[in-house]
């Protein structure tokens, strides 16, 4: 049971795959009682932040120069963040009892040993007194695991229901589902692409930064072709544990098998491929809830995904071309709004982290056992 001591007001900072920016809520943990959120506050990156996080994704000159100047830039946007929620919940940073900063992720190798989350937690505690507890995912790696998903413990606490499997679905920069057995168990890994590709094919034909609500995908066809094309991706067929990120799903990716077979497909109009990443996105999770979760009562969605009308109603046609039905909501109808789930999940990995306890799932990480996560940075 989780150690009295630890019960207080904690803040969860999540800036994901999809590098839209910063979602900070605050959350008050006390045992035997649910988490009860007392406030959110969204800050988006400024372009010359986006712009330099997404060049960090790939190789390049002087990138520890410019990892460095990033991360501080990330931490002064945490503080903003923090100081917004004190304003909105009228807490003190003498109220926190910590934040939990998930920092952003610029590479994701599991298979080599490393994950790297940019930050500067030290920074952070500077910019706002408040114990800040970093580094979530590499104790769970050096422990042989993939150090992500991270979230399916916390949504096991929030979301779970004695007899029902339910699947929980995030759909960021990458997709990935948290299956919530009806006997307890819980198992849970990254599906493939979310709003990562679809993001930047959109931003490149039409300029905006994401396609809202799916309307320019309703413009277009899948092409099945294409769809066939993308799913021969040997991930999506890969047994968990595992995990992913831009360093797979990226547009150099995106554009070799565009340009694979007899002419690749350069002749598709632009929308028609936005359709047809839609698709797999879709497909990808559905498929994966048929194989892991076919008994599952319900499907809910957070993330940005969950406001992308066209993708759900994709998802809601994948389930059911695989024979299932599945109601798809978002974790609205659970009480937690679909961008509070992430940012209440590292809040209560920082709760586990004071109160001592394990912060990983074995089972869904594929780590030697149940490790704390997280390294301190006092205020």
Not at 124 to 131: P, Q
Not at 244 to 267: C, H, I, K, M
Not at 313 to 324: F, K, P, V
Request: one cysteine or more; hydrophobic letters at 45%.
């Amino acid at each position: 049971m989780t150690n009295q001591s630890a019960d207080g007001v904690y803040f969860g900072m999540m800036s994901g795959t999809s590098l839209d920016g910063v979602d900070a809520v605050a959350v008050e943990f006390r045992v035997n009682h649910a988490p009860r959120t007392l406030g959110h506050v969204a800050l988006p990156f400024g372009l010359p932040l986006k712009e330099a996080l997404l060049a960090l994704q790939a190789p390049g000159p002087d990138e520890i120069a410019r990892a460095a100047k990033a991360a501080n830039q990330l931490a002064v946007l945490y503080a903003e963040c923090c100081s917004d929620l004190c304003v909105k919940t009228g807490l003190t940073p003498a109220d926190i009892k910590a934040i939990g900063a998930h920092g952003q992720t610029i590479r994701h190798r599991p298979e080599l040993g490393y994950t790297l989350q940019l930050n500067n937690p030290a920074l952070l505690a500077e910019l706002t007194h408040i114990d800040v507890i970093a580094d979530f995912r590499s104790r769970d790696v050096a422990a042989h695991g993939q150090g992500a998903p991270l979230v399916p413990a916390c949504h096991a606490v929030v979301f779970g229901a004695p007899g029902q499997t339910r699947v929980v679905c995030n759909i960021g920069g990458i997709s990935n589902i948290s299956v919530l057995d009806a006997d307890g168990a819980v198992r849970g890994f990254d599906c493939g692409p979310g709003n990562a590709l679809l993001d930047h094919w959109v931003l490149r034909h039409t300029g905006q930064a994401y396609d809202a609500d799916g309307a320019w995908a309703r413009q277009g066809k899948p092409d099945p072709a294409l769809l066939a094309a993308l799913l021969q991706e040997p991930y999506f067929d890969l047994a968990p544990p595992k995990s992913t990120g831009r360093d797979l799903f990226n547009p150099a990716w995106l554009e070799a098998y565009l340009q694979s077979g007899a002419g690749g497909f350069s002749g598709l109009a632009p929308v028609d491929v936005q359709a047809t990443l839609t698709a797999l996105t879709a497909l990808a999770i559905a498929r994966d809830v048929a194989k892991h979760a076919p008994d599952c009562s319900a499907l809910f969605v957070c993330g940005g995904g969950a406001f992308n009308s066209a993708l759900l109603d994709a998802l809601r046609a994948a389930l059911g071309d695989l024979g299932l039905s599945v109601p798809v909501a978002s974790t609205d109808v659970l009480g937690v709004p679909p961008l509070q789930v992430e940012g209440l999940a590292f809040a209560w990995l920082a709760y586990r982290f004071v109160a001592r306890l394990p912060g990983n799932l074995p089972s869904v990480t594929g780590a030697d056992g149940l490790r704390i996560l997280g390294a301190l940075h006092p205020r």
